[in-house]
């Protein structure tokens, strides 16, 4: 029953801001137990790391190509963790991976697509 849903995603001109949503749903503790994190993967490359939102409340943003302009941040009351991306650039086009992480299991979003495009 446990599931991610993405939502957010879309075309973005560059320099523009799209904002990624990731609402977990079905476990136990809710999302506050939950290590969460955003991963992108560009075509013809492997899945990347963006950014990391601890079970312990840390944000921490990789690689360094994103630093400074996405956000991570959660909102534990409607279990929903955000990335908020800021000043797209042509190098951001993808698709994201929202994730989810406990002791003894891992759990992946279907993925969103995200469109820089003037």
């Known amino acids: 029953q446990e599931q991610l849903v993405e939502s957010g995603g879309g075309l973005a001109q560059p320099g523009g801001s799209l904002r990624l949503s990731c609402t977990a749903s079905?476990?136990?503790?809710?999302?506050?137990?939950?290590?969460m994190s955003w991963y992108s993967q560009a075509p013809g490359l492997k899945r990347e790391l963006v950014a990391t939102?601890?079970?312990?409340?840390?944000?921490?943003n990789s690689p360094r190509s994103v630093q400074g302009r996405f956000t991570i941040y959660r909102e534990n009351d409607n279990n929903t963790v955000y990335l908020q991306m800021n000043n797209l650039n042509p190098e951001d086009p993808a698709v994201y991976y929202c994730?989810?992480?406990?002791?003894?299991?891992?759990?992946w979003g279907q993925g969103i697509q995200v469109t820089v495009s003037s």
């Open positions: 994730n989810a992480n406990k002791a003894d299991s891992t759990y």
């Open positions: 079905g476990f136990t503790g809710g999302i506050s137990v939950l290590t």
């Open positions: 939102y601890t079970k312990f409340g840390h944000a921490v």
